[in-house]
């Protein structure tokens, strides 16, 4: 079974200032996905970034990018140039791409609540 | 709009009162999930479905029930619910062979007394 591990509870970070999320994750697959979602105190669930482990090129959206370092088994998620409405909880996800019971369903950690100060 | 609905938002149940929590897709999406979020346990597989007619439990099945029946609506059952299922429960689906992760619906919390 997969694992994932956020090791920050918590986390702040000064407006305008940049902040990294740590996330590893523990699998013997080698085709898979993994995933950052927010989750403001609206509840809603957002898909922040999304990485391919065959792709070593570290994923970017505008100001979150990752860290994808496939042989550490870490997927860490920076924020530039924070914003007050970056404040929320931050999860990774990880996704097995191969058929097979259980398989393409999201195992989560237990996430990293981040405040934005202004 | 396109997307997950989940009904009903909020909903207070007695301990052993039975209940269905409602989610349907309107994106003709064939994997569907249901997941529950507790404070510091992240969100946890109860059940999932990778088409209409085929369902298989997730990690913390015990107490509820699915079926999928049309691709539109994955509903989960709480036959006998206990104050351990109070949590927000996330619906969730995808598309078979896309990648970009699952849409999530807005979440039903329940708090059971």
């Known amino acids: 079974a997969q694992t994932v591990t956020q090791s920050q509870p918590e986390m702040s970070v000064q407006e305008a200032e940049t902040v990294t999320l740590s996330c590893t994750y523990d699998t013997s697959e080698n085709n898979y996905y993994l995933f950052w979602y927010k989750q403001p105190p609206s509840r809603q669930m957002i898909l922040v970034i999304r990485?391919?482990?065959?792709?070593?090129q570290n994923a970017t959206e505008n100001r979150f990018s990752v860290n994808f370092q496939k042989a550490a088994k870490s997927f860490s998620l920076k924020i530039s140039d924070s914003q007050l409405g970056d404040t929320a909880m931050y999860f990774c996800?990880?996704?097995?791409?191969?058929?097979?019971?259980?398989?393409?369903?999201?195992?989560f950690g237990k996430g990293t609540k981040l405040s934005v100060i202004p | 709009n396109a997307g997950v609905t989940q009904t009903p938002k909020f909903q207070v149940l007695k301990t052993g009162q039975s209940m269905t929590l409602q989610c349907a897709q309107d994106m003709n999406h064939e994997y569907m999930s249901w997941y529950r979020q507790d404070p510091g346990m992240g969100l946890r597989l109860i059940h999932y479905s990778v088409g209409a007619g085929i369902t298989d439990q997730g990690e913390v099945p015990n107490g509820y029930n699915v079926s999928r029946s049309t691709t539109e609506d994955f509903p989960l059952r709480l036959l006998s619910a206990a104050p351990s299922q109070t949590s927000v429960y996330f619906c969730?689906?995808?598309?078979?062979?896309?990648?970009?992760?699952?849409?999530f619906g807005s979440g039903t919390r329940l708090t059971v007394v």
């Open positions: 990485q391919e482990a065959y792709k070593q």
């Open positions: 969730a689906s995808r598309q078979s062979g896309q990648t970009y992760g699952y849409t």
């Open positions: 996800a990880f996704m097995m791409t191969l058929s097979g019971a259980g398989s393409y369903q999201l195992t």
